[in-house]
């Protein structure tokens, strides 16, 4: 799919009348007659395809002067796959915006850490997607906005400056500019056995959407067979986690349902809400485009049957790029059991303590300022690891080295690659799961290369990796479908 799709009228009003889901989160229908704007798999009547134009954002269908369709809510979509597949600078400020860094400091902030002028930033974001980072921002507190009304019983002041607005008025004018309701109004929609969890403060219970098809397995098999104790745990069905957050922290359980991910946050500020939503959704790697990945997957005879058998298979990433860094550091050239152990020791002495009264929780992962005081002596590992770590620490908690959703992946890869200790497997994995680069690949990985004999690939990573350039830019999801072969639990939904 084309990154301009939304220019393309014919394809966009077939995809509209045939209600295909596969679009929702890609463009969005905005209707003349109505002035409503919908996701492409409405279930109303589709309107006449000349009464129809087509935005590439729900910002920019608003700033248009449409509001959201109520049957549909398009301000539910899964999120654009495009902003998970590229690097460039509106893919970076998109996955920035998302964790919230508009609302926290602004477009200049937002700038400045993308490292262009506010007028470049602004400039590109609207030209592409019809509106620029404040529009943007405003389109998303709106929908954290909407989702504090409908699944809790807060008071709406306490909603408005818990999902970003200024001030209570803006947040009512903002709220029926966008739903043609007021909050009280779309409070009253709601059926009154569907609030929050249990009533329990700080707590909510969401759907997060995906695209169809999604394979659990390795998804939530890799979290839970690689879980750090304390950190992480499987519990009840669902994965969960704690989460450091830029007002607090919480909690975050996940379990796979058919069509959707049942997500329940604890969050000890509520401001917090759609950072942590946005994280959960990059670690499942919910707004990929499977069709699409695993249509270029199938034109390799050898990989269409993995495909063909266990179709959707996502990429398992991470909440926090430097924590993953630290534990593919701690994993190298060692077994699942030992990674974890290391990981559980560092958590145990260095990780801030939280309380968990529904599961085994106990601590936030040490953030690199805490690491960055370790005594390279208490490290149970070769010394030339220490010196990998603590390299790698200093860096991180100085700012030398940072790793974010806005990080540009060739000029993070050449970072890390300057690290000592650090070898194309290890780069490539952060690359993958921390950075988000759907392209990357472990052609030296002994997983790997022991599928690929297996199956009649090239094992050699030389030869692998020429034979690998047909897969791209999907390299590291051929690598979980290769994976994928072996008996591992990381490719087994926990029970």
Known sequence: MQTAMHFDRERC????????????????????????????SCPAVPPKPQNMTFYPSAAACQQAGFRACKR????????????????????????????GVVDRDGVPGLATRLGYSTRQVERQLLAELGAGPLALARAQRAQTARLLVETTALPMAEIAFAAGFSSIRTFNDTVREVFALSPSELRTRVPKNSGSAAGTPGTLALRLPFRAPLNPDNLFGHLAATAVPGVE??????????????????IAALTPRPDHIACRLTLSDLRDLTVATSRCRRLLDLDADPVAVDDQLRTDPFLAPLVDKAPGRRVPRTVDEAEFAVRAVLGQQVSTAAAR???????????????????????????????????????????TRRTTFTTLVRQLADGTLHLGVESDWTEARARLLDLPG??????????????????????????????????GLPATPAALTARAEAWRPWRAYAVQYLWATDSHPINFLPV
């Open 341 to 383: 152990t290391h990981a559980a020791r560092l958590v145990t002495a260095h990780g801030k303590p939280l309380d968990d009264p529904e599961g085994g929780l106990t601590h936030l992962f040490p953030s690199p300022e805490a690491l960055a005081d370790v005594d390279p002596e208490t490290l149970a590992m070769p010394r």
């Open 422 to 455: 650090f070898g194309p497997w290890t780069v490539d994995v952060i690359a993958m799961r921390a950075l988000g680069d759907p392209d990357a690949f472990l052609p030296t990985d002994l997983g790997i290369r022991r599928a690929a004999g297996e199956l």
């Open 13 to 40: 009003v077939r995809a509209v009348q045939s209600k295909d889901a596969r679009f929702d989160g890609w463009f969005f229908t905005a209707v003349l007659t109505t002035r409503i704007y919908c996701r492409p």
């Open 233 to 250: 745990e499987w519990r009840d069905g669902a994965y969960r986690r704690t989460l450091r957050l830029p007002y607090g922290h919480g």
């Open 72 to 99: 549909c809510r398009p301000d539910t979509s899964p999120g654009s796959p495009e902003w998970n597949h590229r690097a460039d600078l509106v893919a970076r400020a998109m996955r920035l915006i998302a964790d």
